[in-house]
T-cell receptor, first 113, second 114 residues
Framework: DQQVKQNSPSLSVQEGRISILNCDYT??????FLWYKKYPAEGPTFLIS?????DKNEDGRFTVFLNKSAKHLSLHIVPSQPGDSAVYFC????????????FGPGTRLSVLP | EAQVTQNPRYLITVTGKKLTVTCSQN?????MSWYRQDPGLGLRQIYY???????DKGDVPEGYKVSRKEKRNFPLILESPSPNQTSLYFC?????????????FGDGTRLSIL
């Protein structure tokens, strides 16, 4: 059973609007969460992260929200741009598990001009 | 330029023929890791290494071997490849492997085992 889930395989958004990508996890031991972006034929690149002691982290157009009680996090992109079109992976880690990182299956975001 | 370099980028081979995918990083990172990406499953960790001569299994280690004899290199070895190891593989590194340290990824190696 997947410990990190991204239930939307794909998402289409109009340029300039908000993109909201969701991630759910099952393991309450996870204490750090990261979002990666991946373009075709390239490796994932780090986007933004959040510690379990926070509920929000912001970096420019990107904001990640964490709801620990619901075991849910979301990535907001405002405003969305065509260059944001990529696959977004949610990842989680738990220090007690020996630095093993768990990734979700990814969500493909398409930002339409 | 800081980077993680994987070779080869593409390989088509046959069942049972031993192969090695090399991974090298130039950032002096302690932590290195291998992942495979499969449709609908995301990235799954195969093996990771906290430091030279220290390696540990990830979620899907069966059929793979690794070694970490030097800090910069972390090769992935398939002793007897099988078709279910056909996948897209990524090598990654970070300073110390802590959860709050983003990993730097290579551009991937696409393996096809016939």
């Amino acid at each position: 059973d997947q410990q990190v889930k991204q239930n939307s395989p794909s998402l289409s958004v109009q340029e300039g609007r908000i993109s909201i990508l969701n991630c759910d996890y099952t393991n309450s031991m996870f204490d750090y969460f990261l979002w990666y972006k991946k373009y075709p034929a390239e490796g994932p690149t780090f986007l933004i992260s959040i510690s379990s002691i926070k509920d929000k982290n912001e970096d420019g157009r990107f904001t990640v929200f964490l709801n620990k009680s619901a075991k849910h996090l979301s990535l907001h992109i405002v405003p969305s741009q065509p260059g944001d079109s990529a696959v977004y992976f949610c990842a989680a880690s738990a220090a007690d598990y020996g630095q093993n990182f768990v990734f979700g299956p990814g969500t493909r975001l398409s930002v339409l001009p | 330029e800081a980077q993680v370099t994987q070779n080869p980028r593409y390989l088509i081979t046959v069942t049972g023929k031993k192969l090695t995918v090399t991974c090298s990083q130039n950032m002096n990172h302690e932590y290195m890791s291998w992942y495979r990406q499969d449709p609908g499953l995301g990235l799954r960790q195969i093996y990771y290494s906290m430091n030279v001569e220290v390696t540990d299994k990830g979620d899907v280690p069966e059929g793979y071997k690794v070694s970490r004899k030097e800090k910069r290199n972390f090769p992935l070895i398939l002793e007897s490849p099988s078709p279910n190891q056909t996948s897209l593989y990524f090598c990654a590194s970070s300073w110390a492997g802590r959860g709050n340290q983003p990993q730097h990824f290579g551009d991937g190696t696409r393996l096809s085992i016939l």
